[in-house]
């Protein structure tokens, strides 16, 4: 019977474990694309996803628009989590020829595991109430 219950506890802790590592409380995972988000993304988005500074909607006096925040102050969240790997890993021309903006593809620079990180990073800068609110909608997986 103790053998059973200690085995039982084990698996248990494994699958808790598991389940954690996969989610988006990831803190490997999020430290990674922290980095991996200094190193490839912030140039344009802004330490910490804050955005360049100015206002994102309007277009540049090149015709262009800025990059988004991606801290939960423009629309990023709004987006399920495979439509953010897809952004990340083609960049603003997987939107065709209306896309006006600066995006670049990462697809040969990031993998889907390096791109998952960034993605995850980025929901652990968005406040609480917009984390919750994109859980509710979107999965990992979505």
């Known amino acids: 019977m103790r053998k059973h219950w200690i085995r039982s506890v084990t698996l248990t802790a494994i699958l808790a474990v598991g389940a954690s590592a996969s989610g988006w409380d990831d803190a490997a995972a999020i ?38 925040p991606l ?33 670049p593809a990462f697809g040969d620079k990031l993998n889907k595991e390096d791109r998952s990180a960034i993605i995850k990073y980025l929901h652990s800068l968005w406040p609480e109430e917009i984390q919750k609110r994109y859980d509710k909608h979107f999965k990992l997986s979505d």
């Open 71 to 103: 801290n939960g102050t423009a629309h990023t969240w709004h987006h399920q989590p495979s439509l953010l790997d897809r952004i990340i890993a083609e960049g603003g021309k997987m939107y065709g020829k209306s896309y006006n903006g600066w995006m």
């Open 31 to 68: 430290a990674k694309g922290k980095k991996l988000f200094a190193a490839n993304c912030a140039a344009c988005h802004g330490v910490e996803g804050v955005g360049p500074g100015v206002d994102w909607r309007k277009k540049t006096a090149d015709g262009r628009f800025p990059p988004p």
